[in-house]
C-alpha cells in the first residue's frame, strides 16, 4: 500500500469564491451519489440495462464543465453520466432515462449510453469509442461559422487514442483554429486493456503536441487542476485562440462497465492507491475551515445531493412507460 | 425558362441556388473547390469538386462556407453531423461511394441514429452527395477505375432507419432532387451517377425540388414494367425501346427514391402490366432490386402472370479492364432478355 498522507491536496490554484467552490463540490457529490445509487440499484436488481459508472472520474467533467456557458457544447462518451450531470441536466430525467421511461432526457430510446439535453448543450454521448469528437469538432465549426462565441468540448477516454478520429480531429481543430476543446480522461484502462499495453506513449498530450494543438497533462483527481487548466483553454478558445488538449489522468473506480470485476485485471494496492487521492476527499483537505466554505456547508451539500437522487429515483418509478407507438416516432424529422 | 444543362451543371446549380436561398448551407469535402490554402499564389477551384459539381463555388461563396477538407471521411461527416444539429445545414461530398468504408459510422451510428436516440431531441439537415458507378468503357486497351472507386451500394444506406436515398437519373432530376434533398431536415444520401452526370438534359433554370419517395414513370407501356435505379433507368428507356421493335410495349418506372421506394407507383404498373423487371447496378443479393421484387411479392403477387426478373451487377467486386466491367454492368440485351423470360413464363 502506497501512502499518499504526505501528497498536497492540490497543486493548483484554489478559487477565492465561496460560489465557485461550492458548485464544484455540489456536483462531484451530485455525480457520486448519482452513480453510486444507480449501482446500488443495478445490484439489488432494480434496475437493468447497460451503465458504465464515473465514479473516481468526477474532477474532470467537474472542472471543464464549470468552466462552460450553457450554450456551448459537449459531446460525450459511453461513460457520460458524469458529463451530463457536470453540464447541468436534470438527474430525475436522467434517472428516468436510465429506467427506459417516457419522461427520461431521451424519452427512453437511448439509455445510459445516450443521454443527451442539447437545451444545456449535452450533445449526447455516444457507445462508439472516438465517435464523439467529430460530432463536437462539427459543433465547433458549426460556433465558428456562425460567429457565436460558443465552444465545443469532445471528452473520450485513452481507449478512444487508438482511434483514428482523434486525430484527424485534432488535425482538422488545429487547421481551422476551431473553438474546441479536447478532453482526455486517461483512467488508465480501455474496457480490460491497460494503456500502458495498449498506448505507445505515457504521456497523451505529446501526441496532440505533435499537430500544435496546445497540450497540459492535468491531474484529473484534482478538481482544482482542471479548473485552472480548463479556464485558459477556453479563454483562448473563446478568443480564437484555437483548440486545446487537456490530458486527465485519472481512475475509474468501478469496472468498465456495471457488473465488471476489475480486480481480473488490475491489483487491491493499485486501486487503493487512487481512492486515496480521491477528488472529493482532496477537495475537502483542500478547503478545510477556510475560503468561506464550514463542515456544515459541506455537509449540507452533501445531503441536498443525496436527497435529490432519491427523488429522481421516485420521479424516475413514477413515470410513465413509453407508449409502444412511439417504437416508431422520431425516426425521421 | 428551361434550357440543356449537363446533370452535373445541374446539381451545381442546385447548391448555388439553395446556399443563395439559406445562408446556414455549407459544404465539407475533399477538393470541392481544390487548390485550398494557395489563394495568395493565384490559384482557387483548382478542381471544383471532383466531378466539377461545385464548380465556382467558392468564388461565390468563400471558404467559410465551401469548406475543403483534409482527407478524413469518418471525421469529416461526423463533423457535418455535428454542425448539423448546432444550426447548419451541411453539404458533405464524399467522393466514391466506396469511401463509405471508413465513414459508415459517421453515416450509420451518427447521422442517422441521433434523431432517435436522441428522442427527437434533434434533427439531422445533412446531405451525403457521392458518386456511384460503373463508367463501362468497354475499352480493349485499358478499362475503367475497378473496384474501389466504381461502387453503387445503395443498398448499404437504404437498409439504415433514419437515412433517406435518391438516385437521379438525368439532369432534371438531378437539380430536383439534389434540391430536396437539401431541404430535407433529414440525413439524405444523394447517389451521383458517373454515367448520369456529363450527359445534358433540359433543367429549368429556377429552383425547384423533386418529392422525395416518388418514383416517375417515363414511358407508358401495357405489357410488362421495368423499374430502373439511377443511370438503369436509362438502359430500361433502350430496353424498352428494343422491345418495342418486338411490339412489346414495355413501362419504364424511374424508381428515383431509393429509401422510401414509392410502393405505389411500382404497385399500380405492375398491376397493369403483370409483369416486372428490377434492373439495379449494385450487387444481386440484399439489394434495391430485392426489395423491390419482396415489395411486390407480399403485395402485389396476385397481378403477377410471370416471375419477378432481377437484372444486377455480378456479384464480384467492379473489375478494372473495360471489357470485364462492361459484362458486370446490365444492358439493354440483358434487360431485353429479362423482359421476354418473364412474359414466356
Known sequence: ?333 | MSRELLASRAENEAIRQEMERDPSIVMLGEDIAGAAGRAHLGFVDAWGGPMGSTKGLIQQFGPERIIDTPICEMSFIGAAVGAAITGLRPIAELMFVNFIGVSLDSVMNEGAFLRYMLGGQVSVPLVIKTAIGAVATGAENGGGTAAQHSGSMYSIFAHIPGLKCVAPSDAYTAKGLLTAAIRDDNPVVYFSHRKVGPVKGEVPEEAYALPIGKARTLRQGKDVTLVGVSHMTNVCCEAAGLLARDGIEAEVVDLLSLAPIDSECVLESVRRTKHLVVVDEDWPDCSIATTVAALVADQGVDYLDGPVKTVTGARTPVPYSGVLEAAYVPTPERVVAAALATLRD
Not at chain 1, 115 to 129: E, K, N, Q, R
Not at chain 1, 154 to 161: H, K, L, N, R, V
Not at chain 1, 272 to 294: M, N, Q, T
Request: net charge negative; hydrophobic share 40%; charged share 25%.
Open chain 1, 1 to 333: 500500500m502506497v501512502s499518499v498522507s504526505a501528497e498536497a491536496p492540490t497543486t493548483a490554484p484554489v478559487p477565492n469564491d465561496a460560489e465557485i467552490l461550492k458548485r464544484l463540490y455540489r456536483t462531484m457529490r451530485l455525480i457520486r451519489a448519482f452513480e453510486l445509487k444507480v449501482e446500488t440499484l443495478r445490484t439489488s436488481g432494480r434496475l437493468q440495462g447497460s451503465a458504465h459508472l464515473y465514479v473516481g472520474q468526477e474532477a474532470v467533467a467537474t472542472g471543464v464543465c464549470a468552466r462552460l456557458n450553457a450554450d456551448d457544447y459537449v459531446a460525450s462518451t459511453h461513460r457520460g453520466h458524469g458529463h451530463a450531470i457536470a453540464k447541468g441536466v436534470d438527474v430525475a430525467r436522467m434517472m428516468a432515462e436510465l429506467y427506459g421511461r417516457a419522461t427520461g432526457t431521451n424519452k427512453g430510446k437511448g439509455g445510459s449510453m445516450h443521454i443527451a439535453d442539447t437545451s444545456v448543450g449535452m450533445l449526447g454521448a455516444t457507445g462508439i469509442v472516438g465517435a464523439g469528437t467529430p460530432i463536437a469538432l462539427g459543433a465547433a465549426l458549426s460556433a465558428k461559422t456562425r460567429k457565436t462565441r460558443q465552444v465545443s468540448v469532445a471528452f473520450f477516454g485513452d481507449g478512444a487514442m487508438g482511434q483514428g478520429p482523434i486525430y484527424e480531429c485534432l488535425n482538422m481543430a488545429a487547421i481551422w483554429k476551431l473553438p474546441m476543446i479536447f478532453v482526455c480522461e486517461n483512467n488508465g484502462y480501455a474496457e480490460s486493456t491497460s494503456a500502458e499495453y495498449a498506448l505507445s506513449t505515457r504521456d497523451l498530450a505529446r501526441r496532440a503536441e505533435s499537430f500544435e494543438v496546445p497540450a497540459t497533462v492535468v491531474d484529473g483527481q484534482d478538481v482544482f487542476d482542471v479548473f485552472h487548466h480548463m479556464g485558459e483553454a477556453v479563454r483562448r478558445a473563446r478568443d480564437g485562440g484555437g483548440p486545446a488538449f487537456l490530458e486527465c489522468k485519472t481512475y475509474r473506480y468501478y469496472g468498465h462497465f456495471l457488473g465488471d470485476d476489475p480486480l481480473r485485471y488490475r491489483t487491491q494496492e493499485e486501486e487503493a492507491y487512487h481512492r486515496g487521492r480521491d477528488c472529493i476527499d482532496r477537495f475537502e483537505r483542500a478547503v478545510a475551515g477556510s475560503r468561506g466554505l464550514s463542515e456544515n456547508d459541506l455537509r449540507s451539500l452533501q445531503n441536498e445531493v443525496v436527497e435529490t437522487v432519491e427523488r429522481a429515483v421516485e420521479f424516475a418509478e413514477h413515470s410513465p412507460l413509453p407508449d409502444v407507438a412511439e417504437l416508431t416516432s422520431e425516426v425521421y424529422a
